[in-house]
């Protein structure tokens, strides 16, 4: 199975309200990196849980 080309698009973020870079996978048409995740993203206290704001068109926040 070939993998499908990762294209670099341009989003608007809903936190920084501003453009951002991120990679789409052109195959499942979707967003799967973010070029700012490490301005926005957040690690619960002693876990490694990595906890993006909800609304992130990238990195689906978990519901609850």
Known sequence: ???SPLLTVQVL???FERPVYAR???AAD???DCGSKEECAKTEPGTTIVVYPRGCPVFRA???
């Open 62 to 64: 978990s519901a609850g």
């Open 1 to 3: 199975m070939r993998r």
């Open 13 to 15: 973020c809903p936190h």
């Open 30 to 32: 979707k967003l799967v």
């Open 24 to 26: 789409k996978n052109e």
